[in-house]
């Protein structure tokens, strides 16, 4: 029985540090209490914990536009957060922790601010058949914790940019993310604010949990070396890329030289094998290009002769 | 061969000095379809209670204890391509194999497990 809430709110909007305290939160986690953490993040692509980076999001549009990819511990599809996008997070003991009760604060907290919200599935909230809110989950043998999106006024241009929604077909290894139509709180009511949807969780929990006592805590109250520590960990590149960053690429496209089917095998952002398939007469130009693909590195100057490759892949990825 | 159980729902099959490890039927219908497995390290020493590895289902990201102590000898590389074979087949499908230096005396047969998730 829930006889504690402890609730916190992010200060900050760098997603190592959130992702860092959540973490360090899920740690404390003890019977009886149900912490409640809200949290926001700058530009991130989020993705589920045994995704491929390279193949789920436009790594290099997204860096060189000061993003971040963020890798969460929790699994699931990769999902775009900005400041318009409020994350929730649910810690409680394994004997404690309810995801339909979760789910209900959830969907009061919505229907407080007007919304007609239900569950989707097992991990969405829709509004209207569109998607505002991606849930995700991990157990311990005792520590569990449901996370989730609530989409309030996020970019959508950006979500477009930067994930693959991709008309490139993929082969990595890893769990792939799957589209969804995705709505935005701001479209049904243009006046509602991050702070708003924050107060509503934190009402409904509490009208939840009535007789139970309440922390609030500040990140001031938490141990600052531990989450720094945390924080490194998830910042880390080699945490973010993962250890296996193969992955394969295949699209057809009409070139004035003749209509190719390209084959590309990455390592992170270099081509490790290239293979086109094409009715080109020129057969020795094809054989040129398969040559220069093979080491490119693509985030790197691309030598003339492969950018139109490069380019399309590019174009048709986005 | 004895097949013993862990309460958070591991089997270990022990045969002599090593074991083989998998989840219970139980466990896999409760984690719903496996999407992803991540297998320990080969070589790598574990204590009973300690995690052993992790699955992704359509549910949640779930941690696997280790029910025996050990080391890690041989993992069973085909779940990584295919880790519904667990939800197929959760008594066949081992994980890992552990040479074995102890075994935990509050692991239960399959009786008392029965009994057990029977609650």
Not at chain 1, 115 to 133: P, Q, T, W
Not at chain 1, 154 to 175: C, H, M, P, Q, W
Not at chain 2, 70 to 76: A, C, Q, S, Y
Not at chain 2, 82 to 104: F, H, K, Y
Request: with cysteine.
């Amino acid at each position: 029985m829930i006889n504690k809430l402890k609730i916190i709110r992010a200060e900050g909007l760098y997603p190592y540090r959130n992702q860092a305290i959540e973490k360090y939160l899920l740690g404390c986690c003890k019977k009886g209490e149900m912490t409640l953490y809200l949290w926001a993040n700058d530009k991130t692509v989020f993705i589920g914990k045994n995704q491929n980076a390279y193949s789920e999001c436009r790594l290099s549009a997204l860096t060189a536009d000061g993003g971040y990819v963020a890798r969460r511990f929790t699994g699931g599809g990769a999902v775009y957060h900005d400041k318009g996008n409020l994350n929730f997070t649910f810690i409680a003991d394994r004997t404690d922790f309810d995801i339909a009760n979760q789910f209900s604060v959830m969907t009061g907290a919505m229907r407080a601010l007007g919304f007609e919200a239900r569950l989707n599935g097992r991990n969405d909230v829709v509004i209207d058949g569109k998607k505002f809110s991606g849930n995700a989950f991990y157990k311990s043998e005792t520590a569990c914790l449901h996370h989730g999106t609530v989409l309030i006024g996020t970019d959508y241009s950006a979500i477009e940019k930067y994930l693959n929604v991709s008309r490139v077909k993929l082969n990595a290894k890893g769990v792939k993310s799957v589209k969804s139509r995705v709505g935005n709180l701001r479209d049904y009511r243009a006046d509602i604010t991050s702070e708003q949807v924050a107060d509503a969780l934190i009402s409904a929990l509490e009208s939840r949990y009535p007789h139970a006592s309440r922390e609030y805590l500040k990140e001031g109250d938490l141990p600052e070396t531990e989450i720094q520590r945390l924080t490194a960990e998830f910042a880390d590149p080699d945490y973010v890329r993962g250890d296996d960053v193969r992955y394969g690429v295949e699209f057809e496209y009409r070139y004035e030289w003749g209509v190719a089917d390209v084959r590309l095998d990455f390592n992170g952002d270099v081509i490790e094998r290239a293979k086109i398939y094409s009715d080109a007469l020129d057969t020795g130009a094809v054989e040129l290009k398969e040559r220069l693909l093979t080491g490119a590195d693509v985030t790197k100057t691309i030598d003339p002769r492969i950018k139109d490759i490069i380019e399309t892949m590019g174009a048709l990825k986005r | 061969m004895k097949i013993l159980f862990r309460e958070s729902h591991e089997w270990a099959a022990i045969e002599g000095k090593t074991a083989k490890i998998g989840i219970s039927d139980h466990a896999q219908k409760e984690l719903g379809d496996l999407v992803f497995i991540n297998l320990p390290e080969v070589g790598a020493e574990v204590k009973a209670g300690d995690v052993l590895c992790d699955v992704e289902s359509v549910k949640a990201v779930s941690d696997l204890y280790a029910p025996v102590s050990g080391k890690v000898i041989k993992v069973n590389e085909e779940l990584e391509s295919s880790p519904e074979l667990i939800n197929q087949d959760a008594m066949g499908a081992w994980i890992c194999e552990i040479e074995v230096t102890d075994v935990p005396a509050d692991l239960m047969d399959e009786a008392a497990y029965k009994d057990f998730i029977k609650g």
